[in-house]
C-alpha cells in the first residue's frame, strides 16, 4: 500500500470520533511492532518515517495533500541556490534588499575589498540573482530574483527563534 492509500485509510479511519486512538508504545507489544490501535478495532500497522507522518496529520487535519516539488524544476533552480549559498553573497543579497546600490556602498557595507566583490557580484548577475546597470563610471547592483530575499528573511526567523 503507497503512501496515499496509508494517508485515505488514515483519514477514512479518523473520520469521526478520534479520541479513542492511541499510538502503541513498542516496549508495550510482544512482537516489538509499532502499531496504531484502537480498543475493539481491528489493529493497523504502517511502516512510515516520521516525515510521512508528519505529512499523514497535516493532510487529515487539513485536508490539504503536500506535494513534492518536481525533480526538474529543483534542477533547474539548485544551480542558482548553490550560487547564493555563499557568506559574503548572502551578505550582498541582503544589502541590496532596500534596493539599488553602487559597487562602493556595497564594499563598504560588507567590509570586503572590492576585487572580492566584484567577483562575487559576477557570480550572482551570472546566475540570474541580481542585476546591474551602469551610470558614468559607476556600476548599480539591485536584486534581480526576489525570491532570494526569502531565503534571508527564513534565516532571520531562524535567528529569532533561538
Not at 487535519?61 to 526538474?72: F, P, R, S, W, Y
Not at 546566475?127 to 546591474?132: C, E, I, L, Y
Amino acid at each position: 500500500m503507497g503512501l496515499v492509500e496509508q494517508v485515505e485509510r488514515v483519514r477514512q479511519v479518523t473520520e469521526g470520533d478520534r479520541a479513542g486512538w492511541a499510538r502503541a508504545d513498542r516496549s508495550d507489544r510482544s512482537d516489538g511492532s509499532d502499531k496504531l490501535h484502537r480498543p475493539g478495532h481491528p489493529t493497523m500497522c504502517f511502516q512510515l518515517t516520521i516525515s510521512q507522518y508528519r505529512d499523514i496529520f497535516a493532510f487529515v487535519n487539513t485536508g490539504v495533500k503536500h506535494d513534492l516539488i518536481e525533480m526538474e524544476l529543483l534542477e533547474q533552480f539548485a544551480p542558482t541556490l548553490r550560487a547564493i549559498a555563499h557568506p559574503v553573497r548572502l551578505r550582498i543579497i541582503d544589502f541590496l534588499k532596500d534596493g539599488e546600490k553602487p559597487v562602493s556602498k556595497i564594499v563598504e557595507a560588507t567590509g570586503k575589498t572590492q576585487a572580492l566583490i566584484s567577483h562575487q557580484l559576477g557570480i550572482l548577475r551570472a546566475h540570474g540573482a541580481v542585476r546591474a546597470r551602469r551610470e558614468g563610471n559607476q556600476v548599480f547592483y539591485r536584486v534581480a530574483d526576489e525570491s532570494a530575499l526569502g531565503l534571508l528573511e527564513c534565516i532571520r526567523r531562524r535567528r529569532d527563534l533561538k
